[in-house]
């Protein structure tokens, strides 16, 4: 039997069942990531993909100056917290997507953001 290779032992279970106390709990990457992207690149009427983008909290963010920003997510508890977070927000959606499994939509983006993501 052959078994699956994954970059990292993440159990999805773990990621929805943190998914609705993770914004108190550990997204602490505001303070160290979010102002210094948003004043470096210019999202101003981008589509936007942000990987890994758990909660919502930089979608909720980016929402003000791109066209279309879609977090996309392999924990579907971390997906339904972020649809309810950005509930609000007319140009904000939500994909299921196991990024070491699939592609994230090739031409469908201008930017793609993945902020401390890939260490999981």
């Given amino acids: 039997m052959k078994k699956e290779w994954r970059a990292s032992p993440n159990d999805v279970k773990e990621w929805d069942a943190w998914a609705g106390s993770y914004g108190s709990d550990a997204d602490l990457l505001a303070v160290l990531h979010d102002d210094e992207l948003l004043n470096t690149v210019d999202f101003k009427g981008k589509r936007v993909l942000d990987l890994g983008g758990g909660t919502g909290r930089f979608a909720g963010r980016l929402a003000a100056a791109a066209a279309s920003v879609t977090v996309a997510d392999y924990s579907a508890g971390m ?18 997507l196991d990024m070491e499994k699939e592609a994230g939509g090739r031409g469908e983006y201008d930017i793609v953001t993945a902020i401390s993501v890939l260490h999981h």
Avoid: D, I, W, Y
Avoid at 79 to 96: D, R, Y
């Fill in 79 to 96: 997906l339904g917290t972020a649809a309810e977070n950005l509930k609000g927000f007319h140009n904000v959606s939500v994909k299921f």
